[in-house]
Every structure is written in structure tokens, then in C-alpha cells.
């Protein structure tokens, strides 16, 4: 056996000294005890038969990496097995591929629709600035908006004047015997009475008015809402504007009640309850005073709103085309990314396809190289060992190590680059 390993040696480690590339071997190259014996007693071995020298061990290092590889392919009996797992995965991924590709064709095609409906878009939108009297189909919006103003302008006077006369009058006036309904729903001398009484009456008669504007004007808001939702809020804006005018009017006439009944010498009068109330004219003279001015007020407001858009359409129109604009390049900018992620996914799979078609075409040896470096270790221990035993210098023994380690890092070098 020592002589076929010494004829052995010699032939490969005239082979490594041309190229450091493994080449292939034939079991019928090594001795059927090699493949028994450990790394560390061949290489005690071979460190006798070549005196420790250290060419010899590099070379020997080639024949460990040769080794090392042939009992690792006698463990890949299922080799052809391998093959058919590797065309089964490749079929696999290529069906992917063709999926993604369609998937990216499809996102392609969206983008360009998108993209058309864009730019038709903004041709729209130059065509609108350069003839507005295209989209102008109703000419007497400006018209009907001009009446409206007018007469809303006069019905926010109205309404100013009434609910800050009707609120001083049931929160601060004292009656006589002389007042009556028409006194205290229009008072000429409500808010110079108020400031008598102080600077935050007078704000508050003031402001009070401005509740009532604006429940009128939610009103109008409620209405370009959707939904059943709009109209609960609507009635519930009518109630509370009903239910503040009745309390008003149930305070004002009560007050009247009771003057009229203070000035009865005969004192037949019964003292004022809410039925009373209820079927006095008075008491319904204020509601509708203040609450039909106010829905009317409301209809004209809204009216007058309406016409102000249909002035303002062609604003509007190109507005809703920019609003346009912007949700087609939002779905671009979505189909963009997931493009890119399909895309990515195709460059990965066709990674994925790369190794698969080594392994069926022969390129790639199913060989665990991870754990090459200990075989390699223990054959350099036995190597070292005998050079110990042998009384080497320790320059010597640090040569070997020296070049197991460069080696070995050569050997990573060149996984390294066959896996990139």
C-alpha cells in the first residue's frame, strides 16, 4: 500500500504544480485501505515517507482535497434522484416565471391606460380654459344668483333684527300694561336697552341671531350630504330652531299674560298656564315671525349657494379633472410598485432556475465543502505530529501551519466565487 500511495503522490503533485484546480479521480487511484484509515494517520504517514517536508505537504494538501472529495461523491447515491428533484423544481419555476411575466404585462398595459386616460385629462383641461362657454349651458345662473343675494341680504337684516329684539325681550324686558306682541318681537330700542344693562348683554343680544344664521347655514351643508343620515340632521336642525322660537314665544306671551292680568282690578283672570299659551294668537304670532323667515331664509340660502357653483363650474369642472389626474397617477404610482416586485421576483427565480440547470447538467458536484477544513485539520495534526515526534524545529512545524492556512483560504476563495 505504501508503494501505490508513494506512486500516487507523485503523479498528482506533478499535476498541482501546473494548476491548483481539483481534477477528477477514479476510486481505482487510491488504495481500498486508504478509505479506512483517518486524515490524521495519512497524513503522520505521508509526512514519513516524505520527511516533513513542506513542498510535499502542499502537495499533499491537493491529494487530502482529492480524497476528501471522492468519499464524499461514494456518498451521493442518490445522485440521479437529485436530477429528477432538479428538473421537477425547474418546471416548477419556470410555470412561475411565466405567471409573473404575464402578471407584469398585465400591470404594463393598466400603467399605459392610466396614463392615457391622463393625458386625455389634461388635453380636457386646456380645451375648458381656452372655450369655458362650452361647459356654460345655464346663463341665467348669474340672474337667479343676483335676486337671491338680494333678497338674503334683506332676510339676514330681518332675522338680525327679530331674534336680537325677541331675545332682550324675553331674557331682560321688563313689560307694562302699554307693550305688545308687535313691541316685543320688533323693539326699535332693543339694543340700546341692552347696553344699559351692560357691555355683555349687549353682546349677547347681539350674537344671538348669528345661532340661528348658522343652524340655517349647516342646514345647507347637511343637504350636499348622502344618505338617509342627512335628513335626521336636517329635522334635528328645524326642532331645535322650532323649540328655541316656541320658548321664546311662550316666554313673551306669558309675560304679556301677566301684566294684563296684574292690571285686572276684577282679578278674574286665572293665573297662565301652558295651554293658555297654546291657544293664543300671540304666542303663535312670534313662532312664525321668527321660524318661517328662518326656513324661508334657509331655501334662499341654499338656492343662492346652488347658483354660485353653477357660476363657478368651470372652476369646478377643472378642478374634478385634476382630482382626476391625481387618482390615475396614484394607481400608477401602485401598479409601479408592484411591477418592481414582480419583476424583482422574476430575477429571483431565474437565480433559482440557474442552479437548478447546473445540477441537471452535471455543472454543480453535490459536495459538502463546509467541513473540508477539518479533514484538512486532522491531516495536518498528523503531519505535524510526526515532526514533533521527529525533533523538526518549531520554524519548521509553523511552516506547515503556515500553509494549511493559506490553503485553506484559498479553498474558501474559490467556493466564494462559484457561489457568487
Known amino acids: 500500500m505504501k508503494e501505490q500511495l508513494k506512486n500516487f ?41 516524505q520527511n516533513g517536508n513542506k513542498m510535499a505537504f502542499i502537495g499533499s494538501m491537493n491529494l487530502v482535497k482529492q480524497e476528501y472529495k471522492r468519499r464524499e461523491l461514494r456518498k451521493q447515491e442518490k445522485t440521479h434522484e437529485n436530477i429528477n428533484k432538479a428538473k421537477e423544481e425547474l418546471s416548477r419555476l419556470e410555470t412561475q416565471i411565466g405567471e409573473k411575466k ?19 385629462l389634461q388635453k380636457e383641461i ?62 326699535p330700542q332693543a339694543i340700546a336697552k341692552a347696553y344699559k344693562y351692560g357691555l355683555t348683554v349687549l353682546v349677547l343680544i347681539l350674537t344671538i341671531p348669528f345661532i340661528f344664521l348658522g343652524l340655517g347655514y349647516l342646514i345647507h351643508k347637511f343637504q350636499e350630504g348622502k344618505g338617509p343620515e342627512k335628513y335626521i340632521k336636517i329635522g334635528a336642525m328645524i326642532l331645535i330652531t322650532f323649540g328655541f322660537d316656541a320658548l321664546l314665544a311662550y316666554k ?57 357653483d353653477k357660476l363657478d363650474v368651470v372652476k369646478q369642472a377643472i378642478t374634478a379633472r385634476e382630482t382626476e389626474i391625481k387618482i390615475n397617477q396614484g394607481d400608477i404610482d401602485k401598479c409601479q410598485e408592484e411591477k418592481e416586485k414582480a419583476e424583482a421576483e422574476i430575477i429571483r427565480l431565474e437565480g433559482d432556475c440557474k442552479k437548478q440547470q447546473a445540477i441537471i447538467s452535471g455543472n454543480t458536484i453535490i459536495i459538502d465543502w463546509g467541513i473540508f477544513g477539518n479533514a484538512l485539520l486532522e491531516f495536518s495534526n498528523g503531519w505535524a505530529n510526526w515532526m514533533t515526534h521527529n525533533k523538526k524545529t518549531k520554524d519548521q512545524i509553523d511552516e506547515i501551519w503556515q500553509e494549511q492556512e493559506k490553503f485553506l483560504n484559498q479553498h474558501q476563495n474559490e467556493i466564494n466565487n462559484k457561489n457568487n
Do not use: C
Open 9 to 49: 503522490f507523485l503523479k498528482n503533485f506533478q499535476q498541482d504544480k501546473e494548476t491548483q484546480k481539483p481534477t477528477s479521480i477514479k476510486s481505482s487511484d487510491f488504495d481500498s485501505e486508504l478509505s479506512i484509515i483517518t486524515y490524521e494517520e495519512w497524513g503522520f504517514e505521508q509526512a514519513q515517507k
Open 102 to 120: 404575464s402578471t407584469v404585462e398585465s400591470i404594463t398595459d393598466k400603467i399605459q391606460t392610466f396614463k392615457d386616460k391622463i393625458n386625455t
Open 126 to 187: 386646456i380645451r375648458i380654459k381656452e372655450n369655458p362657454q362650452e361647459i356654460l349651458k345655464d346663463r341665467m345662473s348669474k340672474a337667479g344668483f343676483l335676486i337671491g343675494l338680494f333678497i338674503l341680504s334683506f332676510l339676514t337684516v330681518y332675522l338680525f333684527i327679530f331674534y336680537s329684539s325677541a331675545s332682550y325681550s324675553g331674557f331682560f324686558k321688563k313689560f307694562t300694561g302699554g307693550d305688545s306682541v308687535g313691541s316685543s318681537i320688533f323693539d
Open 252 to 308: 313673551i306671551e306669558k309675560e304679556l299674560y301677566e301684566v294684563k292680568r296684574m292690571m285686572d282690578a276684577t282679578g278674574a283672570l286665572p293665573p297662565h298656564k301652558l295651554s293658555m299659551a297654546l291657544d293664543s294668537e300671540n304666542f303663535w304670532l312670534v313662532i312664525f315671525a321668527g321660524f318661517i323667515a328662518y326656513i324661508i331664509w334657509g331655501f334662499i340660502f341654499d338656492f343662492v349657494m346652488d347658483s354660485y
